[in-house]
């Protein structure tokens, strides 16, 4: 009889596995149900038309957010007169309360998408800034400015941050080489194309339609965003687990899903406690928050600082803003690298050795040096201290840009790989600091170019990169004993495997080591 029992039970076993493989999903040993490798509905295994599109629509959204942040400070300019406040006040109504929003943000929103999926929060969060951008340009009063730059600001941490998590869901960690990449450069593209764009705007039309068009943007983003896939894996393991129940109701079956949020106690929990106690419990997030804030900091000092140096050599606004354009070149010219980081992915893969995030660091290295030398270069070759003609100091730009997209994206993708499908909350507690830090100083440093000469101010910034140099060694020589100090960093790559249809190590023939 007990031979009969075990024989049926064992029979049972047999069926519902291939019951499952016909929905495209597998039993696991302790009898969870996961995704079959072969499984289209995937992320990783979605067509290259799909993963095109919802890629473009989210990079898209981040240069549109990124760019807008930056225009403010040259909308500030003309609404100063406006609404009768200080240059200090104006670009902190405009661009330091966006950039704070930002980073408040950062916090709510990226574990909100690991609980609850990508597709939602793009589509609310896109139509939202759109009515809110119209809403800055058109009520006449500063507190309105303010108000809807800080919402606008706590929107566009969605692209900011969830893009990377997206782009994990997406993408294998060779892909996510060139992925990242494209993230961090449309991200500091934006940067440096936002004063340009609102130069002009604000001197050919108004300042107002600044925000009038950055809401004419967003509003067809959204459309976009209604013809996105939903890309988060263990959502999507729970949707098709749902679907093979109704096929076939009889039976228990459970997915490992992490995600999973039983009451409002626990969300509060993952969406507010889970991101700031990561910031002060990790170390390896302590450590590259620290270096990405640094390195992030000066990227908007030097958008900042540009227009400044140049309109007092008696160049306009408009002229002046165009000196972004080399650091936008030197952006661009961070593709170089990536040759190399996939040489040494495919290297390694040929030689079956085991691939760790601090393999992936060669961006980081290559830009700190490369920083500090473009920003003394930068220093003393501004006229009139320095008998040169401005384009020297002009040319100094290119490098600079080249190494500060490189160390920022090199940062965020090392994070990425440190803590895979949890990678949006890993930048969640990075980006209120970082948020932090840029919104206090960014008032100030037109005070401190005008107090004291462009030179000696640029010095300063000089002497901070220099100091940044000794970050890659420290990340090189100590980071993998950082990382494994890093209790949340392992839990990450547990479930990480548990979610996935094809590990980094199939995809690139690597072994993945903490």
């Known amino acids: 009889m007990a031979e009969k029992t075990e024989i049926s039970l064992t029979t049972s076993i047999e069926v519902l596995r291939l019951n499952l493989e016909s929905h495209g999903l597998e039993l696991t040993e302790d009898g969870h149900v996961r995704w079959d490798k072969k499984n289209p509905a995937h ?69 909100f998408s690991e609980a609850f999926g990508r597709k939602t929060l793009y589509i609310t969060s ?39 998590g997206s782009i994990e869901d997406v993408f294998n960690m060779q892909a996510r080489v060139w992925m990242i990449f494209c993230w961090a450069l449309v991200g500091n593209l934006g940067l440096v194309l936002g004063p340009i764009f609102s130069t002009y705007i604000a001197n050919v039309l108004d300042w107002q339609w600044v925000f009038y068009i950055a809401a004419i943007i967003t509003g067809i983003i959204f459309l976009l965003c209604l013809g996105l896939k939903e890309s988060r894996p263990s959502l999507l393991l729970e949707r098709q687990v749902a679907a093979f129940r109704k096929a076939a109701p009889t039976g228990l079956y459970r997915t490992r899903n992490p995600d999973r949020i039983p009451d409002l106690k626990a969300f509060l929990d993952v969406t507010i406690i889970r991101p700031i106690r990561l910031l002060f419990t990790e170390p390896i997030i302590i450590m590259v928050t620290i270096m990405d804030s640094v390195a992030t900091t000066l990227f908007y000092l030097q958008a900042e600082s540009l227009i400044v140096v140049y309109t007092s050599l008696g160049l306009s606004g408009t002229q002046a803003s165009l000196s972004l354009i080399p650091v936008g070149i030197g952006c661009l010219l961070g593709f170089l690298p990536r040759f190399y980081d996939d040489w040494k992915l495919t290297k390694l893969r040929q030689q079956g050795k085991p691939l760790q995030p601090e393999d992936k660091l060669f961006g980081f290295v290559l830009g700190s040096p490369v920083l500090a030398v473009a920003l003394w270069w930068f220093a003393w070759t501004i006229p009139p201290q320095v008998h040169t003609h401005w384009a020297i100091s002009m040319l100094a730009l290119i490098p600079a840009g ?101 590990d980094d190590m199939n995809a690139a023939g690597l072994v993945l080591e903490t």
Request: net charge positive.
């Open 402 to 502: 080249f190494a500060l997209n490189d160390i920022t994206f090199t940062l965020q993708g090392y994070l990425a790989d440190s803590y895979t499908i949890y990678a949006a909350s890993a930048f969640a507690g990075g980006l209120l600091a970082r948020s932090l830090m840029i919104a206090a100083i960014l008032p100030f440093t037109r005070l401190m170019y005008t107090r004291i000469t462009a030179n000696a101010a640029t010095s300063i910034l000089a002497s901070v990169g220099t100091l940044f140099c000794v970050s890659p060694y420290i990340l090189l020589r100590h980071g993998k004993g950082i990382r494994k100090a890093s209790p949340f960093a392992q839990f990450s790559l547990d479930t990480y495997t548990e979610n996935q249809v094809e």
């Open 43 to 111: 992320p990783r295994n979605w067509t290259a038309w799909r993963k095109a599109y919802n890629t473009i629509v989210i990079l898209f959204l981040e240069l549109i957010t990124t760019m807008n942040g930056t225009a403010g400070t040259s909308a500030a300019d003309q609404a100063l007169h406006h609404y009768k406040i200080s240059q200090s006040l104006a670009v902190f109504a405009f661009t330091s309360t966006y950039v704070l929003g930002q980073g408040v943000g950062g916090i709510f929103f990226p574990p």
């Open 126 to 164: 896109t139509l939202l800034y759109c009515i809110f951008c119209v809403i800055a340009a058109s009520v006449p009063s500063i507190a309105a400015v303010v108000v809807a730059r800080l919402i606008t600001g706590i929107l566009s941490a969605i692209p900011t941050i969830v893009v990377a």
